[in-house]
Every structure is written in C-alpha cells, then in structure tokens.
C-alpha cells in the first residue's frame, strides 16, 4: 500500500514557477514508476511527465523544456518543477505510483495560472 500526498498548489502568475511535492508513505518507493496527471476544469485527466525506477524520464509535449520531473527515493518524494508556466497550465495536478498491476494516486492539489 503507498500513500500519496501532494503539496506546492497555488496562484502563480503567467511565466511564473512553482514547485510540487509528492510525499509517499510505504515501503519501496524506489521500485515504483511515478508520475504526474493534471486535470483541468471539464476536461479529461491527462498525463504531464513520468519517472521511472530507473531514472528514465519522459514528458508530455504540452509541458516539455518547462516542467522537470525527479525524485528523491532516500527521501520518498517525488518533485515536479514548472517554469514559464502558462494559463492552460491551470489544473488539479494529481501524483501517481505505478508497479505492475498496483496504480496508487494522491488527492491532487490545484494549481492556478492567471494574472
């Protein structure tokens, strides 16, 4: 069982930066494939970036060379930095622990992009 819980949410400004958290209770965090999801207002949610055990990284185009994804496995959490962030950037980011067949989430936390 891994616990999810996300932090870091806010008002930014458009070309502005923020910084979410992700702190995962439980064993084995390391072995487990993070990643973050984003849902915005009447739509679907929507994959933003992933990580997996191994460090492999991979981004969704909407974000990619403005959001950087990584994780601290001494420390059980999981970072998402975005930079030059824009109005349709504006969402519920949700944190996400995969392994095989056991997918876990967090309960999100919003981020809102306007001036």
């Known amino acids: 069982q891994v616990q999810l819980v996300e932090s870091g949410g806010g008002l930014v400004q458009p070309g502005g930066s923020l910084r979410l958290s992700c702190a995962a209770s439980?064993?084995?965090?390391?072995?487990?494939?993070m990643g973050w999801y984003r849902q915005a207002p009447g739509k679907q949610r929507e994959w933003v970036a992933f990580i997996t055990s191994g460090g492999n990284i991979n981004y969704a185009d909407s974000v990619k060379g403005r959001f950087t994804i990584s994780r601290d496995n001494a420390r059980n959490i999981l970072y998402l930095q975005m930079n030059s962030v824009k109005p349709e950037d504006t969402a519920v980011y949700y944190c996400?622990?995969?392994?095989?067949?056991?997918?876990?989430w967090g309960q999100g936390t919003q981020v809102t992009v306007s001036s």
């Open positions: 439980g064993n084995s965090f390391s072995t487990y494939v």
């Open positions: 996400n622990a995969n392994k095989l067949a056991r997918v876990y």
